[in-house]
């Protein structure tokens, strides 16, 4: 993919259709480890080891309308291609975690893209799901909860354009904000 950003939207559209309620989604950046985790972690129905292992293979999906799944295989490769990492651990019942590390000085490092549209069409597009998203930089953080908004809301629909327009503003100028605190 283009942007990490839409890894991002893959993963997440993964956790609502494996049930989550409540997917929490982390940037995190470290300017002197020149590092970049994501983390899209989920409560949703969970994998199995056997799954665990498939899924990171390009060729097994569970979706009936193709016959290949590349957003993981993706995913792992622009981490790993960069000298960082990927993880992904899951338990039925419970959820699934998956972590990837960047490093943002390799030539293979693949732009963040635009991630506060991504995540206020995630939440702006799954009213009955609960999100938080964590972006942080050198310690320095701020958190969006879906759940806070609806409940100030009362009632308006997350998918109002004006809200939609408010959500993905509020986190672009949050993570401006972060930025020029450095």
Do not use: H
């Not at 049930?19 to 950046?29: A, D, H």
């Not at 972006?135 to 759940?147: C, L, N, P, T, V």
């Not at 908004?149 to 109002?160: A, C, R, T, Y």
């Amino acid at each position: 993919m283009r942007e990490l950003s839409l890894n991002i939207l893959d993963i997440a559209q993964n956790s609502i259709a494996a049930g989550s309620s409540l997917t929490e989604i982390r940037v995190e950046e470290n300017t002197a480890e020149k590092t970049l985790l994501i983390g899209i972690y989920d409560n949703g129905k969970g994998m199995t080891q056997e799954q665990v292992r498939n899924v990171q293979d390009p060729f097994f999906t569970t979706r009936t309308t193709r016959k290949v799944g590349m957003g993981i295989p993706l995913f792992k490769m622009a981490a790993e291609q960069t000298g960082g990492s990927f993880t992904l651990t899951s338990q039925v019942g419970v959820g699934t975690n998956v972590e990837a590390v960047f490093k943002t000085d390799s030539i293979d490092f693949t732009p963040l893209g635009d991630v506060a549209a991504t995540i206020s069409t995630i939440v702006c597009m799954n009213e009955d799901k609960d999100f938080i998203y964590t972006r942080k930089i050198d310690g320095a953080e701020f958190k969006f909860s879906s759940a806070d908004i609806k409940k100030i809301l009362d009632g308006v629909p997350l998918s109002e354009p004006t809200v939609m327009n408010w959500v993905e503003g509020y986190i672009s100028e949050q993570t401006e904000e972060l930025f020029n605190n450095l």
